[in-house]
């Protein structure tokens, strides 16, 4: 069978995607190869990013934990050990890692918000503003547009739209601040805004 030669290693024209990503994986360890990296990052980036945000429920949080998890890659590449398993196992078992660490840091420093936390507070700070939707909205179709919602967020538009809570009874349920409740029922509020032009 006819062979190529790609970064230094032999390969069959018709080798698997598993024996490809060691190839890259191998050259961004032996030779720093960038152009390997390029290709690793460019396959695995956009399932770590899907995974992340099913897993962590924050888009931001989410972008950080795939940049930091391939730059562990790329750092430590020579630790992998094609004898241990596939390197999307190696590698999703490293963005795991990293995850555990965000969400560490996050728990232990709350003084660094999410990006839920940084969401701009208005001039007017009014419960009934805010609560407020641009068009009226029955509440099983509120039930339908939630199943979109990250979970942090679901469960805020449900205490508050489904149990009646106030913003504080929220707040003290969920041992948050009052600020991280208005802005992730606002982000909600946004999402299900968007939702409901899609639909009209």
């Given at each position: 069978m006819e062979t190529v030669t790609e970064y230094g290693i032999t390969v069959n024209q018709k080798t698997d995607d598993a024996s490809?990503?060691?190839?890259?994986?191998?050259?961004?360890?032996?030779?720093?190869?960038?152009?390997?990296?390029?290709?690793?990052?460019?396959?695995?980036?956009?399932?770590?990013?899907?995974?992340?945000?099913?897993?962590?429920?924050?888009?931001?949080?989410?972008?950080e934990m795939v940049q930091e998890a391939m730059t562990k890659v790329w750092l430590k590449a020579h630790l992998y050990h094609p004898d241990k398993?596939?390197?999307?196992t190696w590698i999703f078992t490293v963005a795991r890692n990293v995850s555990y660490d965000l969400l560490?840091?996050?728990?232990?420093?709350?003084?660094?918000?999410?990006?839920?936390d940084l969401y701009l507070e208005p001039?007017?700070?009014?419960?009934?503003e805010s609560d407020q939707l641009d068009q009226p909205v029955?509440?099983?179709?509120?039930?339908?547009?939630?199943?979109?919602?990250?979970?942090?967020q679901l469960q805020?538009?449900?205490?508050?739209?489904?149990?009646?809570?106030?913003?504080?009874?929220?707040?003290?349920?969920?041992?948050?601040?009052?600020?991280t409740v208005k802005s992730r029922l606002r982000l909600a509020l946004?999402?299900?805004?968007?939702?409901?032009?899609e639909h009209h």
């Open positions: 490809q990503h060691r190839a890259w994986l191998i050259a961004v360890a032996e030779q720093r190869d960038k152009n390997a990296f390029a290709q690793l990052f460019r396959h695995f980036a956009p399932r770590l990013l899907s995974h992340a945000r099913r897993q962590l429920g924050n888009d931001a949080l989410a972008q398993g596939r390197v999307s560490r840091r996050a728990q232990a420093r709350p003084e660094h918000p999410s990006a839920e001039a007017v700070d009014s419960e009934v029955l509440r099983e179709q509120l039930q339908k547009y939630c199943e979109h919602l990250p979970p942090k805020v538009v449900t205490m508050i739209y489904f149990e009646d809570r106030s913003h504080q009874e929220v707040a003290d349920a969920l041992g948050v601040p009052l600020g946004n999402r299900i805004r968007e939702l409901l032009n």
